[in-house]
Nanobody, 128 residues
Framework: QVQLVESGGGLVQTGGSLTLSCSAS??????????MAWFRQTPGKEREFVAA????????PYADSVKGRFTMSRDNAKNMAILQMNNLKPEDTATYYC???????????????????WGQGTQVTVSA
């Protein structure tokens, strides 16, 4: 059982920056066993992959739409995953979700079905 809590969302103008944080906890939880990811979703659309990081950081894929603007990292000592978002655009507006998986291979990091645990989401709104 793993609990994930996102924070850091808000309202920002085009070109601005935000930092999202995901705090993980749970019974018997060892953060370094889990692959972590960020997804986002807008009303009427399917959940969209944003970024992921494997347990050993051997794979750190990004969606093409955010590559070069967003950076994901993890701090195993603090049980946290971070998404640094720079040069934000209106199309980045969405609810952002943190996800975790204890059983995943690197080739499946982009798939939402690969993740066992999800946070409640944090809203990011980018205005023109």
């Amino acid at each position: 059982q793993v609990q994930l809590v996102e924070s850091g969302g808000g309202l920002v103008q085009t070109g601005g920056s935000l930092t999202l944080s995901c705090s993980a906890s749970g019974s018997g939880f060892s953060f370094n066993r889990y692959a972590m990811a960020w997804f986002r979703q807008t009303p009427g659309k399917e959940r969209e992959f944003v970024a992921a990081i494997s347990r050993r950081t051997g794979s750190m894929p990004y969606a093409d739409s955010v590559k070069g603007r967003f950076t994901m990292s993890r701090d195993n000592a603090k049980n946290m995953a971070i998404l640094q978002m720079n040069n934000l655009k209106p199309e980045d507006t969405a609810t952002y979700y943190c996800a975790a998986s204890a059983g995943i291979i690197m080739s499946q990091l982009r798939s939402h079905s690969s993740y066992d645990y999800w946070g409640q989401g944090t809203q990011v709104t980018v205005s023109a």
